[in-house]
């Protein structure tokens, strides 16, 4: 057993972190105040690769694993939630999607300009009425000779504002329910897509979060995603290594209060010496750093099965559940530690402690990852 | 066109901190970074080599065998090869010492044109690029901001501190990069992977030997010796004066300036 | 037997550089350490530069060794490495000494490396060992956090660059009657082995606080952007550059590239001036590793004025007009080659 990272994972780490602090770092307030990501971040990032970190090289990708795919979550999630999940949902959910369940001719055209830098994907599974009940989903896609008809709207798609694709699941037989549910590529483009504007929220901010109806799209045979029929088993799937990113994304989170905090206990004296100095201050932090490299280590886990084509769904949610929780603890501390100061926009743990609570919600609540969690226990 | 750039791994001297309780300098966790000038130096050579088709950019380092991963940062940017020149027999060696080792190991890796950093930012002395360029016979340019090829020359824009000379100079030569010179591009996630794939050469002392006359490397080839090393004293408490008039005020302040030579 | 302190003198445009005058001043203090006869000797290089000979005389300088040729007008590398080898090798000096600047730092390591001696980089210490007469040349390294004392103890000549702005211009000498010194160049045309194709001034609109020596930062009882018209006035006469706290920033009194702080830039100057500034943490982030600090307040208690090492209690509308004057006045006495 071995809990080191490699050499070359190492060095990827300090790029990831390198590029975080230089260029992420400074735009990360304006942009949560501007409620948009600055787009030359992202074709920043797209261009070293952070876009397309596990995909193979045969398609563009960067040929790396899910454990580098992590380190970037967590690096660029302690500069910036928002950034953060913007690669997380373009990774795991629409190209982790497609690169499972696409066919050679499928990824060359659909995983290919998601991984090389040049789109960016986005996920359509919830809809107003099918939040954590995806079975709820009510959009459907019509068969018409070579192609589909597709009409429904969906809601709280990250990304969907400048995405250029989306992995959208609809109903092919609408009386099977789930099992009547097939993915499909929607570029988002395509006539009869309509995408409103950001929905306004109390964290990650800049991250862009749409509702995009569908209204007669017509998309060709072609764009199906697996079998029809598939497309919940697709969806649970993508989900599933979705929240080994967004577990990272809060492991960066946390470690990013943690950081800011650590910085400003030095410099703030209160009753004549700097409050890193009273015990409350050193016990609190040290208990804080305990839990995030506990959270760490579980999406470690998650990860590295995953790579090894295990089974990683339980560790991949215990992962989630527990680092989301320890996010919004760390944050509410590291607010709590700065006093004052802590709850103003002038320092940043302010926007972390609300771009934490997201992760507790997205890509299965924590009470969904309780019913994965318990589902893998064999308790019935 | 081959382009060599040396490199020098060094600690990132902004991390470091003093002990407040011994005045020692705190080494441990002070992570290593390639000097910024010789980052700025590799940036410029892989500039070079997109606009001269056929040019190779090799990069080299003399250092301990933890300088590896300077070397690898260097391939991850996107450097075709890289080579690390080490070995006990190197060790100790002043600028003078260092300079031969490096010019010696050039000589035998050929060169068109070789970029080094203008100061690496721990020892500060800003003496290797020209000592090597000395030891090479090769004409320097230092500071340079910017840096193209015309034919047989470069021809570089050298920083001055109020103005900028345009050089011509004929290849090969020694050019010394400032940090300005260019902004270092950052490495690839999948440059990071193939960087490690690729193997880096070392050069040892046998390889290198015959390249050097007696006593002209390691400690014993370094004419200059460190007697004492010390920290700087822990800062004094400041003076506060109170109740000056004007004139008194700014007596005050004239009188330090002057003992500071700040005038 | 090498024998005197070497000056190589730095000229720009035929204009003495003051970093040589406060080296001669350095060498005339350091040379009766070496030796009761040891002597000044200046090293002048340049296109018809002879008669600024008598500058270095008055500076303290007790001989000045001139070669004149036109390859020396301007600062090429190898016609001075190569000129001043020549003397060295002539008149085996037991000390040279360079200004540590763009120019003498190009040069001295060629000189050292092809007289095969040893060079020590950006000194701010010099002295005499009493028993072995050793040079002791003292100098930063490691960003300025340990110091370093070396030495040169078999090879010859001892040299060193010194920063500028360390030592001090020795007494004012009387140079009647003295003459330089005129040594033949050695100089051929192939000696010129680059082209200075074109000299081109630098724009000095934009600033980077970051690189300035001296900054005088503004605060709150700057009061407008007016306000800083005096500070502009006394960092050009101390060689700076003008910056400010937050307030000023953010009432638009002042560029945002001059902010000074967590949220502006970090620096670290030689001299940092703040004025009326009472020293938020954030502000003191950005500042708090300068070199020096003086502050200026109407308020002794405020925490720039705990933090400066010298604080001085007053009004800044009323102190830095006077100072600048001040300043001004103490400067024109100096001795410089205008």
Redesign the interface.
Known sequence: MDFELNKTQLLQRELFRKFAEEEVKPLAKEMDEAEELNPELIEKMKKLGFFGIPFGREYGGEGQDYISYALCMEEISKADASSGVTISVHTSLYCGGVNEFGTEEQKQAFLRPCVDGTSVGCFGLTEPGAGSDAAGVQTKAKKEGDHYVINGSKIFTTNGGFADYTLLFALTNPELGTKGMSAFVVPLHAEGVDISANIERCGIRAASNVVIAYENVVVPEFNRIGKEGEGFKIAMTCLNGGRIGIAAQAVGIAQGAIDETIKYVKERKQFGKPIAAFQNTQFQLAEMQTKVDAARLLVWRAAATKNAHGNYISQAAMAKMFASDVACQVTRECVQLMGGYGYCREYPVERMYRDAKITEIYEGTSEVMKIVVSGGMKLK | MKIVVCIKQVPDTTEVRLDPKTNNLIRDGVPSIINPDDKAGIEAALRLREANEGATVTVVSMGPPQADVALREALAMGADEAILISGREFGGADTLATGTTIAGALKKIGYDIIITGRQAIDGDTAQVGPQIAEQLGLPQVGYAEDIRIEGEYAIVKRQYDDCYHIIKVKMPCLITALSQLAEPRYMTVHGIADAYAKEIKVLGYEDLKDMYAEGTIGRTGSPTNVAESFTKQAKAKGTLLTGLTVDEAVQAIVDKLDERHLI | MAKNVFVVVEQRNGAIQKVSLELIGEAKRLAPQFADDEKVVAILLGDKIADKASLLFEGGADEVLCVEDPMLGTYV??PY?KTIVNIIKTYEPNVVLFGA??IG??L???V???V???????CTGLSVDPETKLF?MT?????????????????RPQMATVRP????MGEKCDASGKTATMVPSVLEPSDM??????????DTKSVDITEAK?LVSGGRAVGGPEGYNPLRELAAV?GGEVSSSRIGVDNGWIEKDRQVGQ?GKTVRP??YMACGISGA??H??GMENSD???A?NKD?TCPM???????????IK??IP??TE??TK??ESRVVDK
């Open positions: 590398t190898e490495t600047t763009t730092r190009d001295a390591p060629r050292a490396g092809r095969g001696t040893g060079l020590t980089a950006d002791r100098r930063p390294a490691f960003g300025g956090n340990i110091m370093a004392t070396i030495l040169i103890k078999e090879k702005g360390v030592m001090k082995n680059v082209e200075i194709l074109e000299i081109i001034p630098k001296v101390l949220t030689q001299l943490i954030q003191l982030a020096f600090i003086i200026i002794a004025m705990q933090l400066a090492d010298l604080g001085v209690e007053g009004d009323k102190i006077k100072l001040a300043v103490l400067k």
